[in-house]
């Protein structure tokens, strides 16, 4: 029997509650979608419910963002009273201005160069594209633990879900990571797509307008497609949420993972 809605608000909160009492320093990521604004949500009641001071945020941005999400998270973040921190790889972006720029190996820096080495890449140059297997991780994952590192985050919020994707299906709420080390917090693995548009629906929480265009998981601008005229809380919940994502991802999803991202 399915967990009532209510009662799957709560656990959430019991994990943030415990996350904020374990971690000295945790970080909510943020990215503008749904699942991460409900996570961002529910970490704002958890600390309006107690004497809890509200995390800080982050928002990777990739290098191929849609205006509608980085006008969304401004929003956010003044409504909502917040400390969002942008992060990037800079270093990346200084030779690429658009996906599908050629990006060369020896322009970057050490570590970025010790990184493309860490995944096997051999290549002298590869063309920008944040969705790919060494853009994915330059441009997220090492960004994102760069910040970790020069900020001390011993814990990550994220708002990952077991139904998402099959490469998350046996997460935990509390997952160790190292290099760098820390934790990762996943206070809504137990939700549905369809609990998570019910509970943003009717307690109404604001969401990015990309989904009333019909955009039903959000990702890079260049490779992300709207896949009806429908919002996506109307569409057929039943079928593949990522269909409209960029699927060469999502076959090395269990490889990303493994290296840290999310």
């Not at 900020?151 to 490469?167: F, K, L, S």
């Not at 998350?168 to 509390?174: A, N, V």
């Not at 919002?231 to 993972?257: N, V």
């Amino acid at each position: 029997m399915a967990m009532p809605l209510e009662e799957r608000i709560e656990k959430s909160k019991e994990i943030i509650r415990e996350a904020l009492e374990k971690f000295d320093y945790p970080v909510v990521a943020f990215t503008g979608g749904k699942d991460s604004t409900l996570t961002l949500w529910l970490t704002k009641q958890v600390c309006e419910e107690s004497t809890k001071k509200m995390p800080e945020c982050m928002f990777i941005n990739e290098g191929s963002v849609f205006d509608e999400i980085l006008e969304y998270v401004e929003k956010i973040n003044r409504e909502w009273n917040l400390k969002i921190h942008m992060v990037e790889n800079e270093d990346v972006m200084k030779q690429t201005k658009k996906v599908g720029n050629t990006v060369f190996v020896e322009n970057l820096n050490r570590n970025n160069q010790k990184e493309l080495n860490r995944i096997g890449f051999r290549e002298k140059s590869f063309v920008f594209n944040p969705e790919s297997f060494e853009g994915n991780h330059l441009m997220k994952t090492v960004a994102m633990n760069e910040f970790i590192v020069s900020n001390g985050i011993d814990a990550v919020i994220t708002g990952i879900r077991w139904d998402e994707q099959d490469a998350r299906k046996d997460e935990t709420y509390f997952s160790p990571r190292e290099d760098p080390e820390h934790i990762r917090v996943h206070p809504i693995l137990h939700f549905r797509e369809k609990d998570v548009w019910q509970i943003l629906r009717s307690k109404n929480i604001p969401v990015n307008k990309l989904y009333a265009m019909g955009y039903r998981s959000l990702g890079a601008k260049a490779t992300t497609e709207k896949v009806s005229d429908k919002p996506a809380w109307e569409q057929d919940l039943e079928t593949s949420e990522r269909t409209g994502r960029a699927q060469d991802k999502e076959g090395i999803m269990k490889r990303l993972r493994d290296l840290g991202y999310m």
